[in-house]
C-alpha cells in the first residue's frame, strides 16, 4: 500500500478539534484524574461537537466518516486526556458488531441513540480466566423460546455501569470452543449487575468493571449475527477497532512531547534555556521521530480499513499500528517525565499522568505480546 497523507478537510479539522480539546477537555483532565469521576462534562462537551456520531452511518443517525479522520478524532483528544478519549472509543468498539452484523432492526434500534450521546455502549468479552484466550470463557447464553439466557461474569469492562447497552460474547454451545461462541447486545436494565470498579494506574477517570450476568432474559432478536459466529464477530471487530487504541496511543505520546518541549524552551538551568543542551536535543529527536513513525503507521492500518482491506493485511497491519505506537507511547512520556526532572514526577504537571494513561495501550484490545505472535506469524507465513 502506498504511503498518503491528509487531506486539506482532515488536517482542517484536526485544527478545530485541538482548539476544542485544548478548551473544552485539557481543563477537566487532571479533576477527574484525581477523582476517579467519570468526565460527563467532558463527554457532553464531545456529544456538543457531534463526536459520538463521527463513526455511526449516515443512515442511523451519524457522518461516516472514514477511519483515517476518526483517527485524528482519538487522537486530539487523547493528546490531552486519553479517559476522555476512550469514552469515545468504547462505544464504537460495543456497536462495531451492529454496524457489521446485526440485523437492520437492531442497527436502527440502537446506533441512532448512540450517535446523540442518549446512549453509550460497552464490550464484553474478557473473563477471570479468559483474556487473550478467549475460547476459555465460561459465560453461558442457553435459548429458551424466543429468549436467550445469560449467565456469567466478564471483567475489565470499560465503562461499566455508565453504559446502557452491552455487547456480550458466550457460549451457545460450551463443547464447540471457539465454534460455540455466540454475540447479544444486551440493555442494562435487563438485570445486568456490576459487582465492582477497579482503581487504576491510568484511564482512572474511566471506569472499568467486573460486569455480572444473573440469568438475564436477552430477546431472540438481539443476537447478533448467527449462533455460533461470535468469535469471528470478536476478531473482526479488534482488527478494525485495534488502529484507533493506535492513535489513542499516539495522541498520548504527542501531548507529553509537546509538553516537554515547551517546558524545555521555557525553563533554564546555568543561564541558559534546557532546550539549548545537544543531550536533551537528541532525546526530543528520538521521541519525535516515534510518534510520528506511529501516526504513519496508525493511519496506514486506519486507510486499510477504509478501503475494504483489498489485500488481506489489516490484521497484520493493525497489530503492527498498537503495538508499536503504544510502545513507542510509552518510551515517550517516561522520556518526557525525565525531561521535566522532579516536577515531571509530581502530580503539578500532566506528565506523570500521560505516562499511566500510555501503560494501558500496551495491553487492552489485545496484549503487545499477541500482537508480535500476529506480526510474526505473517512474516514467517510469507
Not at 486530539?76 to 432492526?105: D, H
Not at 450521546?117 to 423460546?145: F, K
Not at 482503581?199 to 468493571?209: I, V
Amino acid at each position: 500500500m502506498a504511503c498518503f497523507d491528509l487531506t486539506s478537510d482532515q488536517r482542517e479539522f484536526r485544527q478545530v478539534l485541538r482548539r476544542f480539546a485544548e478548551d473544552k477537555i485539557a481543563p477537566n483532565a487532571a479533576r477527574y484524574d484525581e477523582t476517579e469521576e467519570y468526565p460527563l462534562e467532558s463527554f457532553r462537551a464531545c456529544v456538543d461537537m457531534a463526536l459520538p456520531a463521527l463513526w455511526v452511518p449516515e443512515a442511523y443517525g451519524g457522518h461516516g466518516a472514514d477511519l483515517v479522520t476518526q483517527a485524528v478524532s482519538i487522537e486530539e483528544v487523547a493528546r490531552v486526556c486519553a479517559s476522555t478519549a476512550v469514552t469515545l472509543l468504547i462505544s464504537k468498539l460495543g456497536m462495531l458488531p451492529v454496524i457489521n452484523f446485526a440485523s437492520e432492526q437492531t442497527r436502527r434500534e440502537y446506533l441512532p441513540r448512540i450517535a446523540s450521546g442518549e446512549s453509550q455502549a460497552s464490550y464484553c468479552l474478557s473473563e477471570p480466566d479468559a483474556g487473550s484466550d478467549v475460547a476459555a470463557m465460561t459465560t453461558r447464553a442457553v435459548r429458551d423460546g424466543e429468549h436467550y439466557v445469560i449467565s456469567g461474569t466478564k471483567c475489565w469492562i470499560t465503562n461499566a455501569g455508565i453504559s446502557d447497552l452491552y455487547t456480550v460474547f458466550a457460549k451457545t454451545d460450551p463443547t464447540a470452543g471457539h465454534r460455540g461462541i455466540s454475540c447479544f447486545v444486551v440493555e442494562k436494565d435487563w438485570g445486568i449487575r456490576v459487582a465492582k470498579l477497579e482503581h487504576k494506574m491510568g484511564l482512572r477517570a474511566s471506569p472499568t468493571g467486573e460486569v455480572v450476568f444473573d440469568d438475564v432474559r436477552v430477546p431472540v432478536a438481539n443476537l447478533v449475527g448467527q449462533e455460533g459466529q461470535g468469535f469471528y464477530i470478536a476478531m473482526h471487530t479488534l482488527d478494525r477497532s485495534r488502529p484507533t487504541i493506535g492513535a489513542q496511543a499516539v495522541g498520548i505520546a504527542q501531548g507529553a512531547l509537546d509538553y516537554a518541549a515547551g517546558y524545555l524552551k521555557k525553563r533554564k538551568q546555568f543561564g541558559r534555556p534546557l532546550a539549548d543542551l545537544q543531550g536533551l536535543q537528541f532525546m526530543v529527536a528520538d521521541m519525535a521521530m516515534q510518534v510520528e513513525a506511529a501516526r504513519g503507521l496508525v493511519y496506514r492500518a486506519c486507510a486499510a480499513v477504509d478501503a475494504g482491506d483489498p489485500d488481506g493485511e489489516l490484521s497484520y497491519l493493525g497489530a503492527m499500528a498498537k503495538c508499536f505506537a503504544s510502545d513507542a507511547a510509552m518510551k515517550v512520556t517516561t522520556d518526557a517525565v525525565q525531561l521535566l526532572g522532579g516536577y515531571g514526577y509530581t502530580r503539578e504537571l500532566p506528565m506523570e499522568r500521560f505516562m499511566r494513561d500510555a501503560k494501558i495501550t500496551q495491553i487492552y484490545e489485545g496484549t503487545n505480546q499477541i500482537q508480535r505472535i500476529v506480526v510474526s506469524r505473517r512474516v514467517l507465513r510469507d
